[in-house]
């Protein structure tokens, strides 16, 4: 027979799960668990998760600040998010879409990286396809989605080296044929 332990963030998780009717399988894929470690957790078998990333994504899948678990400490490192992932979020609460639902939209295989751009843990991609996809989910123009792109493709030229600024007509041209591409029919 199994020992549990009580806590209150095991009962959130589980009536989270209940409520939404989220498959636990679904549920561990997104925050990047096993399935079993998840019965765990709301069966009270394990002490709820004290490991800030675990928390953060449970946190952004459920929709709530990561406060809301006791276990939460803050992370050293402040997470800092940008004027993309905040593009992302504002979209998805304009068009009213659960955040599960956004997830759903992407191959299994991604969701973990959607849950870790949302909470500010990886940028947006700079791949003009993958972007794409997820702005189109959220009902994002293709401008606006360009606008992203361009934002990112200048932070990873600058992140790698390249001062824009003096380099801005190279920069200008390969920006003006990339537009050209991302906003054709």
Known sequence: ????????????????????NLHKK????MIGVTLSYVYNLIDNTIPFSTRSTTLERIATVMEVEPEIFEEYRLPQEPILIDEAVNKVKTALKTKKMKVIDFLKSFPRNKRLDIVD??????PVPI???????MCNIIGLSKEETFNIWENRFKQVLE???????????????????AKKYALKG
Not at 26 to 29: S, T
């Open 1 to 20: 027979m199994k020992q549990t332990i009580s806590t209150k963030s095991s009962k959130k998780l589980a009536d989270f799960l209940d409520k939404t």
């Open 117 to 122: 751009i949302l909470r500010g843990a990886i």
């Open 159 to 177: 992140n790698n080296g390249m001062n824009v600024y003096s380099n801005s007509e190279l920069v200008n041209k390969l920006l003006d044929c």
């Open 127 to 133: 791949d003009w396809s993958e972007l794409d996809f």
């Open 26 to 29: 679904d549920f561990a894929q």
